[in-house]
């Protein structure tokens, strides 16, 4: 089993910035990738950003260019670093990792607004 713990979301501005960060526990040495998604109010959940174990890194068109995942191993924990925030950015915030099975893992999500 693994554990995600999300923490960072909040309230921001449009146009500012804010971090998340993804915790991750349990049998850390068998995640591959990671990613965030978000899930919009009455949208589907659609990723924004994912990292390999070696950090290759993809984004969605919406944010490439504002937003930037990393990944820190030792700490088992990945960022997602968000800059020049949209209101249409508003939305919960969910960290998924994929184990070396296939098989894949969600934390509780985090509430991001972003206020025009």
């Known amino acids: 089993q693994v554990q995600l713990v999300e923490s960072g979301g909040g309230l921001v501005q449009a146009g500012g910035s804010l971090r998340l960060s993804c915790a991750a526990s349990g049998i850390i040495f068998s995640i591959n990738d990671m990613a965030w998604y978000r899930q919009a109010p009455g949208k589907q959940r659609e990723l924004l950003a994912g990292i390999t174990r070696s950090g290759s890194t993809n984004y969605a068109d919406s944010v490439k260019g504002r937003f930037t995942i990393s990944r820190d191993n030792a700490k088992n924990t990945v960022y997602l670093q968000m800059n020049s925030l949209k209101p249409e950015d508003t939305g919960v915030f969910y960290c998924?990792?994929?184990?070396?099975?296939?098989?894949?893992?969600w934390g509780q999500g985090t509430q991001v607004t972003v206020r025009s």
């Open positions: 998924n990792a994929i184990i070396v099975n296939g098989r894949s893992f």
